[in-house]
């Protein structure tokens, strides 16, 4: 499984971008795909998670009601749509997959999975 990001880029305080995780290999279908980011000299936070066969989602206090994460299995892709977005959320974000987990606050259950390149999110004020 190799994972592919896309979309990242430099958009100003209030707008919108939608990150790519693109999987070539082994369908999607069976694992679970996380969003982590990580600004300088800050902690890599998890952001946002979807699981595989029912697409349940997971979202960080931080995001929620701002992003949205999606999945279309036909692409073997995830979605991060990202709205309203603030300075703070400058990062560099990642895409994670990792069979069988269970989308919840555990983000560290993702420590062994398979890691995109990473794409880098510039928010200006």
């Known amino acids: 499984l190799q994972l592919v990001q896309s979309g990242g880029g430099l958009v100003q305080s209030g707008g919108s971008l939608r990150l790519s995780c693109a999987a070539s290999?082994?369908?999607?279908?069976?694992?679970?795909i996380g969003w982590f980011r990580q600004a300088p000299g800050l902690e890599r936070e998890g952001v946002s998670c979807i699981t595989g066969r029912d697409s349940s989602t997971y979202y960080a206090d931080s995001v929620k009601g701002r992003f949205t994460v999606s999945r279309d299995n036909a692409k073997n892709t995830v979605y991060l749509q990202m709205n309203t977005l603030k300075p703070e959320d400058t990062a560099v974000y990642y895409c994670?997959?990792?069979?069988?987990?269970?989308?919840?606050?555990?983000?560290?259950?993702?420590?062994?999975?398979?890691w995109g390149q990473g794409t880098q999110v510039t928010v200006s004020s």
């Open positions: 290999g082994p369908t999607l279908d069976d694992y679970a």
């Open positions: 994670v997959a990792q069979p069988g987990v269970i989308c919840g606050p555990v983000m560290s259950l993702f420590d062994l999975g398979e």
